[in-house]
Every structure is written in structure tokens, then in C-alpha cells.
């Protein structure tokens, strides 16, 4: 059985996403649990509707209430936000030139909080490909899908028989209480981190969420400890650009 992958319009109500109505029922969040949460044009979401999902990312449940009572669903997703660089779309094209103004750029960034930002743990550009790219031959040279299909296989075994009995399948999951004491860092991992966090302004949420992915990382190359190496790729993620 494959597990959920459920798309939402950017026009989807916060009933639907987050669940309710006159009938209790799970939105789109619980209905991705243990999936993929695919949330398109990602700062044209309602403010509001993107504030109610801060929680329920952070703890993975989420309590609907109505008058008639309340539910507990389980929302234990893989988020995949996508937007635009800015309302043109060619902000940092190498070709095309944005029409957009510094103001109207600043204005279309601001739409999506930092507080929501801190809980998404990779923050990826990614260029447009020219036309000669999308009809050449697929290059040869690359990690074939298979191969890496197999190293997060064996990563989520690691991980499983660390996590055993914890109630935690993953290392996403660790509760951010929990992460400096359970991972295991080498020396140097401590005094580099602390220098790019302040240097990146990332808040504490963000230091444990670099762990995380640092953790993850370390796993799939195989390594006991989580070095220093591991902590760079997994910042290079992030978005340093302002105060989360």
C-alpha cells in the first residue's frame, strides 16, 4: 500500500485542509498523515489558513473542536510547499527579466511567516531548466534512482532500531526536548554549529531542526557520528536570509 499524496488548491478552505464542519471529518492534513502533504503557489494560501498549520506540523496531531465535541487526528506529514521567486516568476532567471519591483518582491516573500518557515526543514531553489535541457538525453554520471532509492531504505532501518522503543520511527519526529542529548555528535560538531546559528540568526527551533537533518544525513552516508560535514550540507538548506 503506498502511502497518501494529496494536493490542495491554494483557494481550499481552512475546513478542508484542517478538518471540521458539521460533521467532524479530517481535512487534507490528516488525510496525508504518514504521506505527502503537496501544497502548490504556497504564498497564495490564506495567511490565516498557513498560521493553523504551525502546530499541528510541530506535534503531528491536530484537535478539531465543535460544538458537538472534539477529535484528535493524527497529521504526521511530508510537507512539500512550491511557490514562484516573486509574482512575475523570473526573479534570478538567467534569461528572462523580472518585472517585478524590489517592493512588490519584499511584499509577495512576506506572505509566507518565518515561524512556518522554521518548520520546514529544507528551503530549495530551483532553476528553470531551458529548452535545450528538456529534450536532451538524460545525462549519464548520476546516482541512479534505484541506488538511492536503497540508501533511505537502509537509512530508515538505522533509524527505526535507534528510535525502537521510543515511540519515534524517525529522526523527523524527535521532540525538540530530546534532540541535542540523543544524538550522538562528534566534537566539533557543537562549536561550528554554534557559530553558523548565530551567524545565520537561526532560532532554536531552527538549530534542532538542522540537527535533525544533519542526523539524517550522517544516515545515509552510513556515518555512527554526525560530523561537521553533515551539519554544513544540512544548513546550506536553510534560509539564513532573515530572523526566524
Not at 478552505?13 to 502533504?37: D, F, K, W, Y
Not at 527505526?160 to 530530546?178: H, K, M, S, V
Request: glycine share 8%.
Amino acid at each position: 500500500m503506498h502511502p497518501p499524496f494529496r494536493t490542495v488548491h491554494h483557494t481550499a478552505s481552512i475546513v478542508s485542509i484542517c478538518g471540521g464542519g458539521a460533521t467532524l471529518r479530517p481535512g487534507e492534513i490528516s488525510l496525508a498523515h504518514r504521506g505527502v502533504l503537496f501544497l502548490d503557489e504556497f504564498p497564495e494560501f490564506r495567511r490565516d489558513l498557513l498560521e493553523a498549520l504551525r502546530q499541528p506540523l510541530e506535534d503531528g496531531r491536530i484537535t478539531v473542536s465543535r460544538a458537538s465535541g472534539s477529535v484528535v487526528y493524527p497529521c504526521r506529514v511530508l510537507l512539500v510547499a512550491a511557490c514562484n521567486p516573486c509574482p512575475c516568476g523570473w526573479d534570478g532567471d538567467p534569461v528572462e527579466r523580472c518585472t517585478c519591483s524590489a517592493t512588490e518582491r519584499e511584499r509577495y516573500r512576506r506572505k509566507i511567516s518565518g515561524p512556518i518557515l522554521d518548520r520546514i526543514d529544507l528551503h530549495l531553489a530551483v532553476p528553470r531548466l531551458l529548452p535545450e535541457e528538456l529534450v536532451a538525453v538524460e545525462s549519464e554520471g548520476g546516482e541512479p534512482s534505484a541506488a538511492i532509492a536503497a540508501r533511505v531504505r537502509k537509512a530508515r532501518e538505522i533509524q527505526r532500531e535507534r528510535w525502537a522503543g521510543t515511540g519515534f520511527t524517525c529522526n523527523a519526529e524527535l521532540p525538540e526536548r530530546l534532540v541535542k542529548r540523543s544524538l550522538s555528535l562528534s566534537p566539533d560538531v557543537r562549536p561550528f554549529l554554534a557559530s553558523m546559528a548565530e551567524r545565520l540568526r537561526l532560532s532554536g527551533r531552527g538549530i534542532s531542526r538542522v540537527l535533525k537533518v544533519s542526523r539524517t544525513i550522517a544516515d545515509l552516508a552510513g556515518s555512527r557520528d554526525v560530523e561537521v560535514p553533515h551539519v554544513a550540507e544540512a544548513l546550506a538548506y536553510r534560509d539564513g536570509g532573515e530572523k526566524r
